[in-house]
């Protein structure tokens, strides 16, 4: 602690280097996501958690699966330090994709085309925005049980999704890559 600096405030700086040290976790582990399932043989346990293809929906587990994994981390780092853990996550998780899909979509309606280092842009400042709102959560009053409870199933839910699409993907276009292929190719 700082000469002058109460005990919260240490607190909520502790937390803080966390959230900033996530947003260098996720997008070094996510950008290695889109690599594992190739480098892997296409192991359909590896398609699980890693990209399978070019859709936009196969990219969101670039992000998922990383924040889940550095969450588990600062859980267990931080316990009794930061606050509403849970919610703050569920909340990046959602709102990571949706902040990436309509990025994407938004500058490829205008542009015409995907543009690779865009989309590295786009992906590094969505974390970047996701970890500072988590970290506004994690250092705000805490919120009761129920909310903590419905985050985790909301969490997992997720995960289920994110899976399972990947073996059954809806005929939709932001589960179709580039090539118009759904799911495992």
């Known amino acids: 602690m700082h000469k002058g600096q109460s005990a919260g ?3 909520n700086r502790l937390v803080l280097k966390w959230e900033l040290a996530g947003i260098g976790f996720v997008f070094l582990a996510g950008a290695l996501l889109h ?3 190739e480098w892997s ?4 346990a590896v398609a699980l958690f890693a990209s399978v293809n ?3 929906w196969e990219h969101f587990k670039q992000g998922y699966f990383p924040m889940v994994v550095f969450a588990v981390v600062e ?3 931080l316990r009794g ?10 909340l ?6 949706l902040i990436t899909g309509l990025a994407f979509y938004g500058y490829t309606a205008v542009v015409g085309e995907e543009i690779l280092l865009v989309d590295i842009l786009i992906f590094f400042v969505a974390i970047g925005i996701v ?3 988590s970290y506004k959560l994690l250092t705000t009053k805490s919120t009761p049980r129920i909310v903590s409870a419905a985050a985790f199933v909301l969490i997992v839910a997720l995960a289920v999704v994110l899976m399972v699409t990947t073996f059954y993907p809806p005929n939709l276009p932001i589960f179709m890559d580039g090539t118009g292929f759904y799911g495992i190719p």
């Open 9 to 11: 405030e240490a607190t």
């Open 35 to 37: 690599f594992v399932f």
């Open 41 to 44: 043989g296409e192991s359909r």
């Open 54 to 56: 070019e859709s936009v």
């Open 75 to 77: 859980a267990i780092l």
């Open 81 to 90: 330090r930061a606050k509403n853990l849970l919610p703050a996550k569920a």
């Open 92 to 97: 990046a998780v959602y709102v990571l994709p």
């Open 131 to 133: 970890q500072m709102v």
